[in-house]
């Protein structure tokens, strides 16, 4: 799964209108058009025409994306001094960031965020919800794969489209 098909699915499954996401991107502070947007948002396909047009979200663009949704949903937070910045995202930690910060964005709970994976019918403990949503570097930290993030997504958007 790459930044574009999450994307795609977390703005399926929060109903976001293409000038929400030029907003949030900006929140994020990445300007983007609508024409960007929705280069962001089509599916690539096998003809390789069609790939040159779409464009690439980076884990940045992702990133930003993410912050401004935070912003977006919860308003915005002084920065205290001296406060680090949250961690990059890497290729290996992109999903148990996106799990972070959607969390925080939408002020789900542990137990919230247990349900809607269990909507998607995958059931994991609370232990391992808590180690990916660990640090990357704690010593229970553990990657999210893919298939957790995906059905995250898909339950998110049985709860808020239903």
Do not use: W
Not at 78 to 99: C, M
């Amino acid at each position: 799964m790459n930044n574009n098909d999450r994307l795609i699915r977390l703005r399926y499954a929060l109903d976001f209108s293409n000038t929400e996401m030029v907003d949030i991107f900006k929140l994020g502070g990445v300007e983007v058009t609508k024409e960007d947007v929705i280069l962001l948002l089509t599916k690539s396909t096998d003809d390789e025409t069609e790939n040159e047009i779409q464009m690439k979200c980076t884990n940045q663009m992702l990133d930003s994306f993410l912050n401004g949704l935070i912003i977006y949903k919860r308003g915005k937070q002084d920065s205290k001094p001296g406060q680090p910045q949250g961690p990059a995202i890497t290729n290996e930690s992109v999903n148990n960031i996106l799990l972070k910060k959607v969390k925080i964005a939408l002020a789900l709970t542990s137990e919230d965020m247990l349900e809607i994976l269990e909507d998607a019918g995958i059931t994991i403990s609370k232990g391992e919800l808590s180690a990916v949503l660990r640090k990357e570097g704690h010593k229970n930290y553990k990657p999210c794969l893919d298939r957790y993030a995906r059905n995250f997504l898909k339950g998110l958007a049985i709860k808020y489209r239903a």
